[in-house]
């Protein structure tokens, strides 16, 4: 990390604890994130930046910032930084003294961390303003499941403000704080499902000829949606197909009248996406038809997640700048994708970019209610930014 870099920033350090550890006491979900946002877009004005627009996907924040020269004349010269503000409806148990006040909601994936490292970056690049361009900083509601990323590009983020590159920061338990991963293409799984309704006739369980029997119709459909990924998808692909709940039934003697199934299904590659489907959709009819009940396939009320990809330019531009940070020994370019997904996804559909990983030490897991977000690591994660930015757009 550059000398002077790092004194500027180490200066922060204290003010950016605090808004850490307050974030984490009021941790708020999805896009009911009247507090965060609010924080937000008060402290960017009170950086100076050029514009600060609230609303944008119901409650997310943009704010832009130029560099030396002034606005930016073409997206060849403007770059999104993304964090991710909400929380998750975990109750905690970390046993932190700034621990969530707020029953039921944590920040069990860090994502106070996220938001104070960009906020970090901003106040430092505001006050030094050491590139040529123009920066969109993004702070996104809803990535926990409800496709923030998403709500913000319907609401016009990409058409108001097009961008040559995005590029996003996520904690990773298990990496030592003050190195830095990537994986290389495929990052993140899709993330989608269905439910599944068996509609048979039911009756006296001693009288099985007299029904269409739902619970059959179910355990024909569960084991042969297991050959979809063994036996359809080519086996130098990665998929998971899981059947995930069951319900049907309350008795001993009485075979129900319907069933229902929920199935979650996870790739690396929108085509494979759709083979799943498609075959999941053909068992689901076929055995109703074989078996004589009516089975329907439906969507729930939540946008898939496509897979979380990264463009291979933008890739090797994030890595320069993690080595400049923490130094080439301490920068993995090998990691694995894994089989989480994250709604960064939305915006690398529409725009390269690269999403890397920031160690957060030997803390519990993501999503567990013992984790924490290490403040050790918001130093680095400031100075990643901020280094990332002269690179992209260089005085």
Same mark, same amino acid.
């Given at each position: 990390?550059?000398?002077?870099? %790092? ?6 350090? &204290? =003010? ?31 950086? @100076? ?8 996907? %119901? ?11 002034? &606005? ?23 046993? #932190? ?6 029953? @039921? ?29 123009? *920066?969109? /900083? ?11 990323? !998403? +709500? ?27 190195? /830095? ?7 993140? +799984?899709?993330?989608?499902? #269905? ?39 080519? &086996?130098?692909? !990665? ?12 008795? /001993?003697? #009485?075979?129900? =009248?319907? #069933?229902? *199934? ?8 929108? %085509? ?27 969507? &729930? ?46 915006? *690398? ?14 803390? +519990? ?15 680095? @994660? ?14």
């Amino acid at each position: 990390m550059r000398t002077s870099l %790092k004194n500027s920033i180490a200066a922060m350090l &204290p =003010d950016l604890i605090e808004w850490r550890q307050d974030f984490h006491r009021h941790p708020e979900l999805m896009y009911d994130l009247p507090r965060t946002a609010g924080l937000v877009a008060e402290r960017l004005r009170s950086f @100076g930046f050029d514009e600060v627009i609230e609303g944008i996907g %119901k409650t997310g924040i943009l704010g832009v910032l130029h560099g030396s020269s002034g &606005p930016a004349a073409s997206k060849e010269k403007r770059v999104l930084f993304r964090a991710d503000m909400d929380a998750l409806p975990i109750e905690e148990a970390s046993g #932190v003294a700034y621990s969530s006040t707020a029953p @039921g909601r944590m920040h069990a994936c860090g994502h106070d961390g996220h938001t104070v490292m960009l906020l970090g970056a901003a106040r430092h690049l505001a006050d030094t303003r050491t590139f040529d361009g123009t *920066l969109i /900083f993004c702070f996104q509601p809803a990535e926990e499941g409800q496709a923030g990323a !998403q +709500a913000m590009i319907d609401d016009g983020m990409l058409e108001r403000f097009p961008v040559k590159g995005a590029y996003a920061l996520h904690n990773w338990p298990g990496m030592p704080v003050g190195e /830095f991963g990537v994986m290389r293409g495929p990052a993140m +799984a899709s993330a989608d499902g #269905v439910f599944i309704t068996v509609q048979g006739e039911g009756g006296h369980a001693a009288q099985p000829h007299t029904t269409r029997d739902p619970i059959v119709a179910a355990g024909h459909i569960i084991s042969s949606v297991q050959t979809i990924v063994s036996r359809v998808v080519n &086996p130098f692909e !990665q998929a998971v197909v899981s059947i995930t709940a069951i319900n049907g039934g309350d008795a /001993f003697n #009485v075979i129900p =009248d319907k #069933v229902e *199934l929920k199935c979650g299904f996870r790739c690396f590659s929108e %085509k494979v996406a759709v083979t799943i489907e498609e075959e999941l959709w053909r068992i689901c009819e076929k055995t109703g038809e074989a078996l004589g009940v009516k089975v329907t396939v439906s969507r &729930p009320p939540l946008t898939p997640y496509p897979p979380t990809i990264n463009h291979p330019t933008e890739t090797e531009i994030a890595l320069d700048a993690m080595r400049a940070v923490a130094g080439a020994d301490k920068v993995r370019d090998d990691l694995k994708p894994v089989m989480g997904s994250e709604d960064f996804a939305f915006i *690398l559909r529409r725009v390269p970019g690269a999403y890397v990983l920031l160690g957060n030490g030997d803390s +519990a897991a993501l999503h567990n209610p013992g984790y924490d977000f290490d403040d050790d690591a918001i130093g680095h @994660g400031v100075a990643y930014w901020s280094e990332l930015a002269a690179r992209i757009l260089p005085k």
